[in-house]
C-alpha cells in the first residue's frame, strides 16, 4: 500500500454556531449541519461539511497572509 499526505492548501471554513437545514451547490439536496461542524469552502469553490474532529486533526487556523495561528482551544 502506497501512503499519501495531505497537500497544504488554504482553504476558508466557518463553525456551525447552531444545527440548520441548508442546500449546497445545486440547491436540490438538503443538508442538514450539526452545532460545531464546519461549512468549508474546498478547493473546487464547492461547500463540504465537515465533523469538528476531523476539521481539527487536518487543518490549523492561519492568518491572511498564511502564517500559523495558535488558538486556545
Not at 463553525?15 to 478547493?43: A, C, M, N, P, W
Amino acid at each position: 500500500m502506497v501512503k499519501f499526505k495531505h497537500k497544504s492548501v488554504d482553504i476558508d471554513a466557518t463553525i456551525l454556531k447552531e444545527d440548520i437545514y441548508f442546500s449546497l451547490d445545486s440547491g436540490r439536496t438538503q443538508v442538514y449541519g450539526k452545532r460545531g461542524e464546519f461549512l468549508v469552502t474546498g478547493v473546487d469553490g464547492k461547500l463540504y461539511l465537515c465533523p469538528n474532529d476531523v476539521f481539527k486533526a487536518i487543518y490549523d487556523p492561519v492568518d491572511e497572509e498564511g502564517n500559523l495561528l495558535f488558538l486556545d482551544d
